[in-house]
Each structure stands twice: as structure tokens, then as C-alpha cells.
């Protein structure tokens, strides 16, 4: 898998492929347990600003975060993917994250408050 630890870079892009994607800065507004999704999960409500709006998550970071410590993070998040069906729950956003030692998931957010909506470049 390309990204994983002890892995080379991925394969060279062009500056149009990455600046498709549409990765913003959001803050989650709601986080409550998925227990019925296949593995651990947390459903989020991320409030990606002004254009976006509120999108919802399904994320799998029951390791390292409890629902409730994560009303108010800011959050980076990938936009314009189509929405996913995971369960009963639709999600609508790529929230982004990084892999500990152990390979769970670690989330990704700006080192100081952003606006909501801020896109990453």
C-alpha cells in the first residue's frame, strides 16, 4: 500500500491531479459511536464553512478518540469525494488521518484555529 510506513513515495503526479482534490479545514460540531458499522467507527458532524457547509463522517478512530473530546477539533477533510453508504449512514466526507506505530488512525487538523472552509494548498 502506497503511504505505508517504511513505503517509497507514491507514483509522481501532476499539479492539476492534486489540486482536484478538494481537502478543507472543518470543525467537528457532533461525534457520536457507530456501533453498527463493521469495524469500530465514529459518526461525525463537520462544519466545513461557507459553499460546503455541514458534511457528516463515518471514521474509524475508536483508538485514539471518545465521541465527546472531539466536539470543537478543527479537522482536515476531503470535500468533493462521491458520498459513500455505510450502513444507514451516509457519509459525505473523507476526513483525513495518519497511521500510528500500530497502523490506527491519527487525525489530521491545522497547528493553530483556521476559518472553517479554508481550503489546503
Known amino acids: 500500500m502506497s503511504g505505508a510506513p517504511g513505503s517509497g513515495p507514491a507514483a509522481p503526479i501532476a499539479w492539476e491531479d492534486f ?47 471518545d465521541p465527546a473530546a472531539l466536539v470543537g477539533r478543527q479537522v482536515l477533510g476531503v470535500v468533493n469525494f462521491p458520498p459513500r453508504q455505510i450502513g444507514k449512514f451516509l457519509s459525505e466526507v473523507l476526513v483525513l488521518g495518519l497511521p500510528d506505530a500500530e497502523g490506527e488512525v491519527v487525525l489530521i487538523g491545522p497547528g493553530q484555529p483556521v476559518p472553517n472552509g479554508g481550503r489546503m494548498f
Open 19 to 65: 489540486a482536484r482534490v478538494d481537502i478543507r479545514a472543518g470543525t467537528i460540531l457532533r461525534a457520536e459511536p457507530f456501533p453498527e458499522a463493521r469495524k469500530p467507527a465514529i459518526k461525525l458532524w463537520v462544519d466545513f464553512g461557507p459553499g460546503v457547509g455541514e458534511r457528516r463522517s463515518s471514521a474509524q478512530i475508536t483508538r485514539h478518540y
